[in-house]
């Protein structure tokens, strides 16, 4: 009777010694944005919606090789990105300065330099500041 116990409390240490070690796998799953393309969601808790006068239906941001592209509505916008894990530092930006008619105080400008970190769960990526305060979202494309 006592080695069925202790083979069963052994079992089940086991085994649970075994699920948290996925969870933790599939949690710190470790992301590479280089070479991937996103849709905005949202800046902060503005949703964003197509402004009348924006050149195209989406904004987009795209990360190359040491770069990243992306737009507010009008204006192209870029510049260069260090990614460590989920760190990130997003600098060198620059930017047309196109003026757009009716809506240049409704444009999406989305603060990349206070970006320090993100995360992406269920095809969507969120830039996060310092204060893990989400910045801009983005769905995968």
Not at 16 to 28: A, F, G, R
Not at 114 to 120: A, K, R, Y
């Amino acid at each position: 009777m006592k080695k069925t116990i202790l083979l069963l409390a052994f079992m089940m240490s086991l085994i649970s010694l075994t699920s948290c070690k996925m969870i933790k796998s599939e949690t710190k799953q470790d992301v590479v944005l280089t070479g991937t393309e996103w849709v905005l969601v949202s800046i902060g808790d503005r949703k964003f919606e197509k402004l009348e006068g924006m050149r195209a239906e989406t904004i987009g941001l795209s990360f190359l090789e040491d770069s990243f592209g992306s737009s507010d509505g009008c204006n192209g916008l870029g510049g260069t990105f260090k990614q460590d894990g989920h760190n990130i530092e997003m600098t060198n930006i620059r930017s047309t300065r196109m003026y757009c008619k009716d809506i240049m105080d409704k444009l999406y400008n989305i603060p990349f330099m206070s970006v320090t970190s993100f995360e992406v769960k269920n095809n969507e990526l969120k830039l996060l500041d310092a204060s893990k305060k989400v910045v801009a979202t983005f769905k995968k494309k």
